[in-house]
């Protein structure tokens, strides 16, 4: 299963060219990471209130074609992997207009206490996320 998340791309999102900044699509997959999560009943703040965090361990994109002012996105999130103390999500960005695949990736998700440690993630996140969990399409790592 998959997560769609509509992005539309405004003036501010862009360069002096019109053209996505590349640092944005990492933002756009934070976002749909979120909604995702929050679709499947769970709410980063109120695990941060409980001392459980999920920070970004590792990071892979692929750029395939540039993103433009105007353009509206569906971004695509679906879980590769997930392991004891992580996630490992991933994501694709689709031009609605024309349907061109523009940016890949994936982002692995480690769940740590306070002290920034570890944490194993409890069984009800695990049984919320397990029907997103699908075979990652190829990429090149």
Request: glycine content about 10%.
């Amino acid at each position: 299963m998959k997560h769609l998340l509509k992005v539309k791309i405004y003036y501010e999102d862009t360069d002096c060219g019109g053209v996505v900044y590349y640092a944005n699509y990492l933002k756009y997959f934070e976002r749909a990471r979120t909604e995702l999560l929050e679709s499947r009943g769970i709410f980063l703040k109120k695990l941060m209130d409980e001392g459980i965090f999920f920070v970004v361990a590792d990071a892979y994109l692929k750029y395939l074609g540039p993103g433009r002012y105007g353009d509206i996105f569906s971004i695509e999130t679906w879980i590769e992997k997930i392991g004891g103390a992580s996630i490992l999500f991933g994501h694709r960005v689709v031009r609605e207009s024309g349907s061109s695949i523009l940016v890949e990736g994936s982002v692995k998700i480690a769940c740590v206490g306070r002290n920034s440690r570890p944490v194993r993630l409890r069984s009800d996140i695990i049984e919320s996320l397990d029907d997103f969990v699908q075979a990652a399409p190829k990429m090149d790592h």
